[in-house]
């Protein structure tokens, strides 16, 4: 099985940009679709960003379409979350998810679809 391991996450003035990564441990996500949700204090987990298992395709949610890109690299063993324009309502915990996936094109966007989670990374965006 997988692991996903996140890194990147920080203290960001408003407007500002950060970019996280999400690592395979043990395995390589090749075989998996990958998500980025995020959970702010006092908040239920929401969904952020999805790829599916080619890297052809890509959802997001409204909150953040338009500034923030998720893309996985070449080695097929990491993921990204590249987030620009940020916002104080940015501030949360990240979490990356794996989700197994039998069809290469999808992606999925509900956390009962991912089976592999990280255990979360800072963001905290100042005003």
């Known amino acids: 099985q997988v692991q996903p391991v996140e890194s990147g996450g920080g203290l960001v003035q408003a407007g500002g940009s950060l970019r996280l990564s999400c690592a395979a441990s043990g395995r390589t996500f090749s075989h998996y679709a990958m998500g980025w949700f995020r959970q702010a204090p006092g908040k239920e987990r929401e969904f952020i960003a999805a790829?599916?298992?080619?890297?052809?395709?890509?959802y997001y949610a409204d909150s953040v379409k338009g500034r923030f890109t998720i893309s996985r690299g070449s080695a097929r063993n990491t993921v990204y979350l590249q987030m620009n324009s940020l916002k104080p309502e940015d501030t949360a915990v990240y979490y990356c998810?794996?989700?197994?996936?039998?069809?290469?094109?999808?992606?999925?966007?509900?956390?009962?679809?991912?089976?592999?989670w990280g255990q979360g990374t800072q963001v905290t965006v100042s005003s």
């Open positions: 790829i599916s298992r080619d890297g052809g395709n890509t």
């Open positions: 998810a794996a989700g197994r996936s039998y069809y290469s094109e999808r992606y999925y966007y509900t956390e009962s679809d991912y089976g592999y």
